[in-house]
């Protein structure tokens, strides 16, 4: 499972792929993702930590 700043780090990277084209509707999307998540990050974190400790209770029935 990705931490919060992995999965942060992942989505910078994939908006940099598309800032060639600020109006792209991807590079929009991605960049307001990246900033509300970076802005929230202490929200994400305890939702990405609660997320994965869901996903290993549902693995161990």
Known sequence: MLTA???LA???ALR???AD???DETYQALHH????ISYNMGAF???VEETA???ETSRDE
């Open 21 to 23: 084209d600020p109006e």
């Open 33 to 36: 993702a990246f900033l509300f």
């Open 45 to 47: 974190k305890k939702y």
């Open 10 to 12: 992942q989505l910078y």
């Open 16 to 18: 940099k792929d598309y």
């Open 53 to 55: 400790t869901l996903g």
């Open 5 to 7: 700043d992995q999965i």
